[in-house]
């Protein structure tokens, strides 16, 4: 409404002054002082506009228009308006303007799978894309590698890792000095959030939300797979005492004591894993392998067998055995729970032996296929 007065105003100030335009009354006193108003009523609209946090195209077009064209400005930017709102129905965006122009092409299933294939981003598995950029840098051009690398550079994960340092040992000195720029470029990554928040825990030592964050940003940097032994001992080392600071305010955290646990495993500190892995697999009930498979790392560690294979049947019968995702973990499990089966042993005959039967004696070697 209120929009709608200014407008009316600004619009009868115009009609008055092509009036006396028209019949020679307008002195420059007027002319002035009606000038004058109509870009107070234009500021003021702007400025109402503003307060409401509303659409300021009208409002501000109008002001700049009064004030260099007076009345004739106010007729040019009613004009505007009034097309505007005739076209307002039938206009394009931007975005479809510029799709017309340009349309994306299209691509079917089969085109867009081989697309991503080539490119080293398939929807497959995470280790799918990894061993894909692995072919590369085995096998691939200088131009191949490179861009394998600047990829890894932006979208970089753990199971990158083992890529990197086969770039590294690249028989070609421009892929080593990059593969060697894109791991320092990581490494600063996580050394840079790690600095920042140490600062602020430091400022803040009570802050158990920030001792967490800079707990799992060690975690996460030690996880990288890309520090050398004894740095990644040093940060695990670290991580394990934030953690541990963290469980001592909140013991019911799972995921601070399966992160714990975790570390404590690669620390070979099974004694200290057990029982919160325990703690995290009755909490869970069974239901993430994931966290199943660490408990039983620290049983198979301690020589608990029997409790062992316990647990694997429990998650073998909850998980799905169809998932793609889990098919790593349900090997583990039936291994404990059913054994090696035969069609995944590989029988070789010692030299010199004859080859009678199938049986399996001492003198065979026996490897997992």
Same mark, same amino acid.
């Given at each position: 409404?209120?929009?709608?007065?200014?407008?009316?105003?600004?619009? !009868?100030?115009?009609?008055?002054?092509?009036?006396?335009?028209?019949e020679?009354?307008?002195?420059?006193?007027?002319?002035?002082?009606?000038?004058?108003?109509?870009?107070?009523?234009?500021?003021?609209?702007?400025?109402?506009?503003h307060?409401?946090?509303?659409?300021? *195209?009208? @409002?501000?077009?109008?002001?700049?228009?009064?004030?260099f064209l007076?009345?004739? #400005?106010?007729?040019? #930017?009613?004009?505007?308006?009034? $097309?505007?709102?005739?076209?307002?129905?039938? *206009?394009?965006?931007?975005?479809?303007?510029?799709?017309? +122009?340009?349309?994306? &092409?299209?691509h079917?299933?089969?085109?867009?799978?081989?697309?991503?294939?080539?490119s080293?981003?398939?929807?497959?598995?995470?280790?799918?894309?990894?061993?894909?950029?692995?072919? $590369?840098?085995?096998?691939?051009?200088?131009?191949?590698?490179?861009?394998?690398?600047?990829?890894?550079?932006?979208?970089?994960?753990? /199971?990158?890792?083992?890529v990197?340092?086969? !770039?590294?040992?690249? @028989?070609?000195?421009?892929?080593?000095?990059?593969?060697?720029?894109?791991?320092?470029?990581?490494?600063?990554?996580?050394?840079?959030?790690y600095?920042?928040?140490?600062?602020?825990?430091?400022?803040?030592?009570?802050?158990? $939300?920030?001792?967490?964050?800079?707990?799992?940003?060690?975690?996460?940097?030690?996880?990288?797979? +890309?520090?050398?032994?004894?740095? &990644?001992?040093?940060?695990?080392? =670290?991580a394990?005492?934030?953690?541990?600071?963290?469980?001592?305010?909140?013991? /019911? =955290?799972?995921?601070?004591?399966?992160?714990?646990?975790?570390l404590?495993?690669?620390?070979?500190?099974y004694?200290? !894993?057990?029982?919160?892995?325990?703690?995290?697999?009755?909490?869970?009930?069974?239901?993430? @392998?994931?966290? #199943?498979?660490?408990?039983?790392?620290?049983?198979?560690?301690?020589?608990?067998?029997e409790?062992?294979? /316990?647990?694997?049947?429990?998650?073998?019968?909850?998980?799905?055995?169809?998932? @793609?995702?889990?098919?790593?973990?349900?090997?583990?499990?039936?291994?404990?729970?059913? #054994?090696?089966?035969?069609?995944?042993?590989?029988?070789?005959?010692?030299?010199?032996?004859?080859?009678?039967?199938?049986?399996?004696?001492?003198?065979?070697?026996i490897?997992?296929?």
């Amino acid at each position: 409404m209120v929009d709608f007065l200014l407008l009316a105003s600004i619009t !009868a100030l115009t009609y008055h002054i092509i009036v006396t335009i028209y019949e020679g009354q307008l002195t420059m006193r007027l002319f002035l002082a009606l000038h004058l108003i109509s870009i107070f009523i234009a500021g003021f609209w702007t400025w109402f506009r503003h307060n409401q946090k509303r659409d300021l *195209k009208y @409002p501000v077009i109008f002001l700049i228009l009064t004030f260099f064209l007076s009345s004739f #400005g106010i007729f040019i #930017g009613m004009t505007v308006i009034i $097309v505007q709102l005739m076209t307002y129905r039938y *206009k394009h965006s931007f975005e479809d303007w510029w799709a017309s +122009i340009f349309p994306e &092409e299209e691509h079917d299933a089969a085109e867009d799978l081989q697309r991503r294939l080539i490119s080293g981003w398939e929807d497959l598995e995470v280790k799918h894309k990894m061993l894909s950029f692995m072919d $590369v840098m085995i096998l691939g051009t200088m131009n191949q590698k490179r861009d394998v690398l600047a990829k890894i550079s932006r979208y970089y994960r753990h /199971e990158f890792a083992p890529v990197l340092k086969r !770039a590294i040992n690249d @028989p070609v000195n421009a892929i080593r000095v990059m593969a060697a720029t894109v791991i320092a470029k990581i490494q600063n990554q996580y050394v840079h959030e790690y600095m920042h928040l140490l600062k602020q825990y430091e400022a803040d030592p009570g802050s158990d $939300v920030l001792l967490l964050k800079l707990a799992r940003s060690i975690d996460k940097y030690v996880y990288s797979g +890309i520090m050398d032994s004894d740095s &990644e001992r040093e940060f695990r080392n =670290k991580a394990i005492v934030y953690y541990e600071k963290y469980l001592e305010n909140h013991p /019911e =955290k799972t995921q601070v004591q399966f992160a714990l646990g975790r570390l404590y495993l690669y620390n070979r500190d099974y004694q200290k !894993a057990y029982p919160l892995l325990e703690s995290c697999v009755k909490a869970d009930n069974y239901n993430s @392998p994931n966290i #199943g498979v660490r408990y039983m790392e620290s049983l198979y560690a301690q020589g608990r067998m029997e409790e062992l294979k /316990e647990i694997a049947h429990k998650y073998l019968d909850k998980v799905d055995p169809n998932d @793609p995702a889990l098919m790593e973990i349900i090997e583990i499990l039936r291994f404990w729970t059913e #054994g090696i089966p035969e069609s995944r042993l590989v029988v070789s005959e010692p030299r010199g032996s004859e080859h009678s039967d199938n049986a399996l004696t001492p003198s065979h070697q026996i490897s997992q296929g």
